[in-house]
């Protein structure tokens, strides 16, 4: 079974511009999360999608935003972009709910923001 | 949400058994305790997940006390490749899906 990819694996913007990362979850799985990961704050929750629904959030502002589409597969975008926006953005799929709790994690996306 | 707290980091040798104590005193009722992996530039990896007493699989095994406010992560006889820092979780998953809070894992690091 295929793992959780993402696209792009890397990517460098400027400071204002905004930004789309793409997710696509295990077969199967309804459940995808996103996370960012920074040297100083370390890895962050961001949201969580179930069914093309949002159903949980982090504590991040508007400015991050996400989707999830009939097949499961998710996208989050950044506008207005700063500089601390520079991270590692991981992506998280599970089955939730079919006997199993455990997310899987995709390779990420770094995005680098000058 | 409970927050965790596990040492910074940890050094080990290759064959020890390793144990990563993981302290959470406002665990709540419907909390599970997770535990993950995670080397540089990947995703963090599921390692093991419990709710009391003591769970094993083929990588680790996961001893949580009765009052459920720590929980130890126990790897035995690591190598070089268990090198990575570990996260503990905990969360109630099995309602409201995840909104998950990592907090700064113990990096583990082991020597030959």
């Known amino acids: 079974k295929a793992g959780v990819t993402q696209t792009p694996r890397y990517l460098i913007k400027t400071r204002g511009q905004q930004v789309t990362l793409s997710c696509s979850p295990i077969?199967?799985?309804?459940?995808v999360s996103w996370y960012q990961q920074t040297p100083g704050q370390g890895l962050q929750f961001l949201f969580e999608?179930?069914?093309?629904?949002?159903?949980n959030k982090g504590n991040f502002p508007g400015r991050f935003s996400g989707r999830q589409f009939s097949n499961s597969r998710s996208e989050m975008n950044v506008s207005t972009l700063e500089l601390g926006d520079s991270a590692l953005y991981l992506c998280?799929?599970?089955?939730?709910?079919?006997?199993?709790?455990?997310?899987?994690f995709g390779p990420g996306t770094r995005l680098t923001v000058t | 949400l409970a927050k965790t707290t596990q040492p910074i980091s940890m050094d080990s040798y290759e064959g020890q058994e390793v144990n990563i104590t993981c302290s959470h005193n406002?665990?709540?009722?419907?909390?599970?305790i997770t535990w993950y992996q995670q080397f540089p530039s990947q995703g963090p990896r599921f390692i093991i997940q419990?709710?009391?007493t003591k769970v094993t699989n083929e990588v680790a095994s996961l001893f949580i006390p009765a009052d459920r406010k720590s929980s130890t992560l126990s790897l035995p006889r690591v190598s070089l490749s268990d090198t990575a820092v570990y996260y503990c979780?905990?969360?109630?998953?099995?309602?409201?899906?995840?909104?998950?809070?990592f907090g700064a894992g113990t990096r583990l690091f082991v020597k030959a």
């Open positions: 406002n665990i709540a009722t419907n909390d599970y």
């Open positions: 999608y179930f069914s093309e629904t949002q159903r």
């Open positions: 419990g709710y009391k």
């Open positions: 077969s199967g799985h309804r459940s």
């Open positions: 979780l905990v969360g109630d998953t099995y309602t409201g899906g995840f909104k998950t809070i």
């Open positions: 998280a799929s599970s089955a939730w709910g079919q006997d199993t709790y455990e997310q899987y």
